[in-house]
């Protein structure tokens, strides 16, 4: 490989919430384990260098005055959709600057549905659309997706259609590829979800910000190529932020190809005056979108695709009672440890201090929706994984 994935970078006092904070109350790590970041969704990875280069090369202007994002900004997108996603005919009027992924959701929100209005999204939910909603007193209405006699998590079409006209929805938030599940769609789910979508003029406010990030062969079909009407109702959300680990920078953007649709959102984020974007963030994208970051995802993808089927083998190999489903996306695991719960009689919270005082910094996953569930990131070297499955099953699962 050309890029390194193998260095355990030391990011104490730099920053990251990933290592400077444990996300469980009263979890302290026992003297003698190191601590290994597997929780916030962030990559313990150095980025590609052309993003540092694009940075230092605009620092080395002295004036960091108002500015509109240049036409570089814009081909870049263009490009990286049509290289990576091979979308065709995307112009820039299309392209909106978002702050982030969730200010767009909530832009969405604001400007589609009324106080107290129901928004559909599939259950196990992310966090942040949660919060978001939430935080904009809309109402949250679940359509669970189920497991197949494979393991595979799949979308309940009848269940979301019903739970829809029964509770008079206009607005549903689909998150392709999917987290926590890692499902990325096939083209003819996502064609069966948006038949749903249009049956029932709902507007999809799609969440790809993990469309980069796919594993083992599989491949992204971003939600608005799978139809005329699909791309015309549809507000895509994507990022360089979780692709290259740059969340810190702050900078997100929107595909809308709708006027009405687009005005509404851009009309809703002005109001703030809060959706501006940084000049370095600009030129962190750019930087992101050339040659040389297409190539370092292509050897990232190999990289975390080594680490979950490691992680995905040890855990149902050695975890009895810990179920899980093969993420196709993402680097998340969503483990479901209910059976190993009750056949050890311990509660969650318990297990969840287990896992930190071995230095496993893993996250609760009862937020996202399952009442017995944790989420562990695997962006981290390879090395880490086997250090972390070796601790979880001398003194966690098996101890």
């Not at 005919?89 to 969730?102: C, H, M, R």
């Not at 709902?202 to 594993?215: A, P």
């Amino acid at each position: 490989m050309k890029y390194d994935f193998t260095t355990i970078m030391d990011r104490a006092g730099k920053d990251s919430i990933a290592v400077d904070v444990i996300p469980i109350p009263g979890a302290e790590i026992k003297e003698g384990y190191t601590r290994i970041p597997m929780w916030v969704a962030d990559m313990n990875f150095a980025t590609v260098p052309t993003i540092q280069e694009a940075i230092i090369e605009r620092t080395k202007h002295p004036a960091f005055g108002y500015f509109r994002p240049s036409d570089a900004y814009y081909d870049s997108i263009i490009n990286w959709q049509k290289t990576r996603n091979g979308v065709e005919g995307l112009t820039a009027d299309a392209i909106g600057y978002e702050n982030g992924v969730l200010g767009c959701v909530a832009s969405a929100v604001m400007a589609f549905t009324a106080p107290s209005e129901a928004v559909l999204l599939h259950s196990p939910t992310y966090i942040g659309f949660t919060g978001t909603l939430n935080n904009a007193g809309r109402r949250i209405v679940h359509s669970d997706l189920v497991r197949d006699e494979n393991g595979v998590w799949r979308m309940d079409y009848e269940d979301m259609d019903r739970k829809i006209k029964e509770n008079h929805i206009h607005l549903a938030i689909f998150c392709n590829p999917h987290n926590p599940a890692g499902r990325v769609w096939e083209k003819e789910e996502i064609e069966k979800a948006m038949e749903v979508y249009k049956a029932n003029d709902c507007i999809v406010i799609s969440d790809e910000i993990w469309s980069d990030l796919i594993l083992n062969g599989n491949k992204h079909t971003p939600t608005q190529s799978v139809s005329e009407d699909a791309k015309m109702r549809t507000i895509a959300i994507y990022a360089p932020s979780k692709t290259f680990n740059l969340a810190g920078l702050i900078g997100s953007y929107h595909i809308i190809y709708n006027a009405y649709l687009r005005d509404r959102v851009d009309a809703q984020a002005r109001t703030t005056h809060y959706n501006s974007m940084n000049v370095l963030s600009m030129h962190a994208l750019i930087g992101a979108y050339k040659p040389e970051g297409a190539q370092w995802v292509d050897e990232l993808c190999e990289v975390l695709s080594d680490n979950v089927n490691y992680a995905y083998d040890y855990i149902t190999t050695h975890f009895k009672g810990v179920s899980l489903a093969k993420p196709e996306g993402t680097y998340m695991l969503y483990l479901d440890c209910e059976e190993w719960c009750k056949a050890h009689n311990m509660e969650m919270d318990d297990l969840l201090k287990a896992g930190v005082a071995v230095g496993v910094v893993w996250q609760d996953g009862r937020p996202f929706h399952r009442p017995y569930a944790i989420r562990l990131n695997l962006a981290v070297p390879h090395s880490l994984v086997i250090e972390a499955m070796d601790r979880l099953d001398k003194y966690v699962f098996n101890a």
